[in-house]
């Protein structure tokens, strides 16, 4: 949102309907706003292209407070993102779709957001998928290296995916299970038809 000492600026930047009560509502918000277009950026009016694919929202009010200035004066910028979810599926104890409460949300916390990583998945196999322009940019990491702490994959971004692959004792558990139950249904058919022979 910008406001602007002149009434009729604001209006021309502000092009948003409004929910019941004069709200702005995340629906409306979401029809007729500022939509991200394919290369990343977004489209205002006597101002033309921005830039704000891979920013965050402080890196983006910024940049329009740079850009404002040369079209009014003591304009406030506020900036709000309606689609701000991330997704974290895979071996984690409630996989879904969570919104991203501030500007700067870790990949730890977005699991945490998910209940953790359960039993069977890895800490050492997380796979960070991310839209950008040219397609889906895949990141994969290890919880345990010191190294994601200066990643650009750090924090987390709007529309992220987030997955936590099984580790190998997940198949192996699954293997037991069924050797398990064969064998003892082996044993029970052999103990059968050595019941049989002594008749």
Do not use: C
Request: aromatic letters at 12%; glycine letters at 8%.
């Amino acid at each position: 949102r910008v406001i602007t000492p002149d009434p009729q600026w604001s209006a021309l930047f502000n092009i948003m309907p409004v929910g019941a009560g004069g709200a702005v509502t995340e629906e409306s918000a979401g029809l007729f706003g500022y939509s991200v277009d394919g290369e990343g950026r977004i489209e205002i009016p006597f101002v033309g292209k921005v830039d704000v694919g891979g920013k965050t929202l402080a890196e983006i009010k910024e940049s329009l407070d740079s850009i404002f200035k040369n079209y009014v004066t003591d304009a406030a910028i506020s900036i709000r993102l309606v689609n701000n979810y991330v997704s974290v599926i895979g071996e984690v104890r409630t996989p879904g779709r969570y919104r991203l409460s501030k500007d700067r949300v870790t990949i730890f916390e977005a699991i945490a957001m998910a209940g953790d990583i359960k039993e069977f998945g890895s800490r050492h196999k997380v796979q960070l998928i991310r839209p950008s322009p040219y397609g889906p940019v895949v990141k994969e990491f290890s919880l345990s290296d010191r190294s994601i702490l200066s990643s650009e994959f750090y924090y987390v971004m709007p529309n992220d995916i987030i997955y936590s692959m099984p580790i190998n004792g997940k198949a192996f558990q699954v293997n037991s299970t069924f050797w398990s139950l064969f064998l003892s249904t082996v044993t029970s058919t052999l103990g059968v038809i050595a019941f049989f022979r002594t008749f």
